[in-house]
């Protein structure tokens, strides 16, 4: 016990420093190692990731309850909302899941991608007519999700009121999805994202290209690791991104919008631009794979401080003055953390600029920073009452964004992003989000950074 206790003190400087995501990762792996004994000692259903987050998560609280005067109370804060998260933790949903693009058959996870998709297809020699959407098997009405989906062909529960094309065939497991695909699309929570891969590892072609469309990186004390770094370690294959100013709802609408494709492969450029573009989805491509996907992440930080605004009912003015500033230390952080990697041109891309003009208007992120103000509420409780548990990237990505600046000495050159933080886990009013501001933005230089 002793020893746990020990690993668990010195687990605690590890949370702080590699943020939110990366502790969870940590901590399933040190619950493996100590969270099944323990977990099974008191009682715990101890059996995959989640009962090691548990059994983990349970024995470290009481061990540190045991030691006010080594553990800080914020410690113990952090293990209750583990705990918490996990006996409350969402399902894998349909909007929040993977896409499976293939030659010859393609499968696609997402109602609003797979719209698209399984109209371009039919259009496409190259391809198969089929488009297998990879879905969490739950019930809605009494009904299973995917039954509904394949005989009523629309997604009632995260779609309403959209059809999908007849050729959109829900499936209930991502491993038989990939099966024999050539291009893999993958969209999921950025925290999920490694537990998806291993779960679809060894069953990937060798030739297989993929394309991520998660907004979400991790950021850690050491410095950034994409989304697409992620998928090419885990699958060995290349790996493209999407992101833009792409409200799903809208584009289910098929209002006129553009995204952004980064890929380093002119050729396997043109090829996802095939699959996604369309007269109101327009697309386009550039070569800074790391910068489409920086700033379809960073944006979401931003948005939260815009909510934050609204909630406080202050007005457009300053609701584009923080844009105005969040922007720029995205741009500064880019900067910092990839040196000239990033290109400053892709921010005046639709996955920068626009992405976050809308998603400060119109995103879920802003939405539930909003209604943080408004209610009081913590972010996950927000998650359940207003997005059925599907998870944001907003508030998370903000812990991962500090604990690089903090670890870096850097804060002061991010007082909104430190800011933005505070409010989120320190419990610090709305209103100091103006603390700090005057910030000269001009002498920006490159600052190279490792990337992992």
């Known amino acids: 016990m002793d020893d746990f206790f020990d690993r668990a003190v010195n687990f605690e400087e590890e949370y702080e420093r590699a943020g939110y995501a990366e502790g969870l990762e940590a901590g399933r792996k040190l619950g493996a190692a100590e969270g099944r004994e323990l977990g099974i000692e008191h009682g715990f259903d101890i059996g995959k990731d989640l009962g090691f987050y548990r059994g983990w998560a349970q024995e470290w609280l009481r061990a540190a309850s045991a ?75 009494g009904k299973k999700l995917i039954d509904i989906i394949n005989t009523e062909h629309e997604n009632v529960k995260y779609l309403p009121g959209h059809k999908l094309p007849t050729n959109v065939v829900a499936v209930p497991d991502a491993a038989d999805a990939v099966k024999d695909a050539t291009h893999i699309v993958v969209v999921i929570p950025h925290q999920y994202i490694q537990n998806l891969l291993d779960s679809i590892h060894g069953r990937v072609l060798p030739n297989a290209r993929a394309i991520s469309l998660i907004k979400g990186i991790a950021i850690s004390n050491h410095g950034m690791t994409t989304m697409t770094q992620i998928i090419h370690r885990t699958l060995a294959i290349p790996v493209a991104s999407l992101s833009g100013a792409n409200i799903a709802n809208e584009i289910a609408e098929e209002k006129y919008c553009e995204t952004t494709i980064g890929c380093s492969d002119p050729e396997e450029a043109i090829v996802w631009r095939s699959l996604f573009n369309t007269p109101y989805f327009q697309v386009n491509c550039v070569s800074d794979v790391i910068g489409v996907e920086f700033c379809g992440a960073l944006k979401n930080v931003v948005a939260v401080g815009a909510g934050f605004i609204d909630g406080m009912g202050l007005g457009n003015n300053t609701k584009a003055a923080i844009i ?68 944001l990237q907003g508030y998370l990505t903000a812990g991962e964004v500090h604990s690089y600046i903090d670890s870096s000495g850097i804060t002061d050159h991010f007082p909104l992003f430190t800011n933005i933080y505070s409010i989120c886990y320190q419990g610090k009013a709305p209103r100091t989000i103006f603390d700090g501001l005057n910030v000269d933005f001009s002498r920006d230089t490159l600052t190279p950074s490792p990337m992992l």
Not at 366 to 391: C, I, S, W
């Open 67 to 141: 030691h006010p005067d080594i553990v800080p109370a914020r410690a113990l804060k952090k293990l209750q909302a583990i705990i918490d998260a996990v006996n409350d933790v969402p399902t894998i949903n349909d909007e929040n899941a993977n896409y499976e693009a293939r030659a010859k058959s393609i499968q696609l996870k997402g109602s609003t991608a797979a719209r698209i998709i399984g109209s371009n297809v039919a259009k496409l020699p190259d391809f198969d007519d089929t488009v297998k959407i990879w879905v969490f098997d739950e019930i809605v009405n």
């Open 324 to 391: 105005r500033i969040g922007f720029l230390e995205m741009r500064r952080l880019a900067m910092h953390i990839s040196g000239a990697r990033i290109q400053d041109a892709t921010f005046m891309e639709s996955c920068g600029l626009a992405d976050v003009i809308t998603t400060c208007y119109g995103g879920r992120n802003r939405r539930l920073a909003e209604e943080f103000v408004l209610t009081g509420k913590p972010m996950p409780q927000l998650e359940q009452d207003l997005l059925n548990g599907q998870k």
